[in-house]
């Protein structure tokens, strides 16, 4: 499995996993002062209030960054209800919800509320989207 960085403020301690990450760009558009890609460490977690960036990671469709408040504030809340499946054109599928991802021996991989899954049969990193499918045209149509 992939390594997990940690960036670390009093309020809010904020994980990333590389291996998720298909480069959204939801965290970096949403709260630039915090996730900068050209600088380093690129995620700055003392650079706005817990809040705002609890609010930015939710926005994450592929569960690559995640979150823990250290300041009492809420955990990432679990949406009610089914899971949901969006599909993106020519990319993979987005899930939210309350989801268990299991490989082929019955082990939870993840169990994650966001995840992008490959659709695309290409990528590296099955069954989770890695940006493959750019690579390699591939395409709904």
């Known amino acids: ?5 940690e960036y670390e403020s009093e ?24 996730f900068d890609a050209k600088s380093r460490p690129w995620i700055q977690p003392g650079g706005a209030a ?28 679990v949406p009610d209800g089914p899971p949901e499946i969006r599909v993106v054109s020519d990319g993979p599928l987005y899930v939210r919800g309350s989801i268990e991802v299991v490989d082929h021996e019955g082990r939870a991989v993840d169990t994650g509320p966001r995840a992008a899954l490959c659709r695309c049969g290409a990528s590296k990193n099955k069954p989770f989207c890695d940006n493959t499918h750019l690579e390699t045209g591939f395409s709904d149509a």
């Not at 499995?1 to 960085?5: D, E, F, G, N, P």
């Not at 301690?13 to 915090?34: M, N, S, W």
């Not at 817990?50 to 809340?77: F, N, S, W």
């Open 1 to 5: 499995m992939s390594k997990v960085r």
């Open 11 to 34: 309020k809010i301690t904020v994980r990333f996993d590389a291996k998720r990450c298909i480069h959204a760009e939801r965290c970096v558009h949403g709260l630039p002062q915090v």
């Open 50 to 77: 817990a809040e705002q960036i609890a609010e930015v990671i939710h926005r994450c469709p592929t569960g690559a960054l995640t979150y823990e408040r250290k300041d009492g504030g809420p955990a990432e809340p």
